[in-house]
């Protein structure tokens, strides 16, 4: 069956502007979580969705990072006013909550000049 | 501070070898402890470990807990060129959060 996916995937974007991405989970997931991975490190939780629940936001570095979800599927990862040091990789991931065998999408990579 | 520590961060090996993957983790509300394989973007998923003791088994591929000594180790047998990638471990809480070891770097020589 389809996995998860995400768009677009590769961003270049310059310093200062708005960026967008999106993740579709796997149909059926109700957690969804969003990570970033910097070049030579582990990855970085950012968000977790659960649900109808709060979402888990303590991950988020900074308030110009923003993550929204649609019910139990699309979800948007919002980064306002990009600085060189948001240039990474973010992936989002989907698992049946509670077993937490995540399944992780192909990711975007983010270029911030 | 919560942390996962995985060892070595690079390893080069050839063909046939066996190799032995560690990674040892300090954290609260532990639930479950899992190994991902990363090739290119986006990890995969290879063992979720729960218990102390029972060996997780895949083909080449096999790991095991020690909860009392807060570690875990991954084991590849007969490795192939394929197996080259970075093998990522993560320590998930309770509230489903994951702290990520900064991985190690396989590469398999043919």
């Known amino acids: 069956g389809a996995g998860v996916s995400q768009s677009p995937s590769n961003k270049v974007t310059e310093k200062g502007k708005d960026v967008e991405l999106r993740c579709d989970p796997i149909s059926g997931h109700t957690a969804l979580y969003w990570y970033r991975q910097r070049l030579g490190q582990g990855l970085e939780f950012l968000i977790y969705?659960?649900?109808?629940?709060?979402?888990?936001k303590s991950g988020l570095p900074s308030d110009r990072f923003s993550a929204e979800r649609t019910g139990e599927s699309v979800s948007t990862l919002t980064i306002q006013r990009t600085q060189q040091e948001d240039s990474a990789v973010y992936l989002c991931?989907?698992?049946?909550?509670?077993?937490?065998?995540?399944?992780f999408g192909p990711g975007t990579r983010l270029t911030v000049t | 501070e919560d942390k996962v520590v995985q060892s070595p961060l690079s390893l080069v090996v050839h063909e046939g070898d066996t190799v032995t993957l560690n990674c040892s983790y300090e954290?609260?509300?532990?639930?479950?402890l899992l190994w991902y394989k990363q090739e290119k973007k986006a990890p995969t998923f290879l063992f979720m470990l729960?218990?102390?003791?029972i060996e997780k088994k895949s083909g080449r591929l096999s790991s095991i807990l020690d909860k009392k000594e807060l570690f875990s180790i991954l084991n590849i047998t007969a490795t192939q060129t394929g197996d080259s990638a970075i093998y990522l471990c993560a320590v998930e809480q309770y509230g489903n959060k994951l702290v990520f070891g900064a991985g190690t770097i396989l590469r398999v020589k043919s």
């Open positions: 954290v609260t509300n532990f639930r479950s």
């Open positions: 729960t218990s102390s003791g």
């Open positions: 969705f659960q649900g109808n629940s709060a979402p888990d």
């Open positions: 991931a989907s698992s049946l909550a509670p077993v937490n065998e995540q399944y």
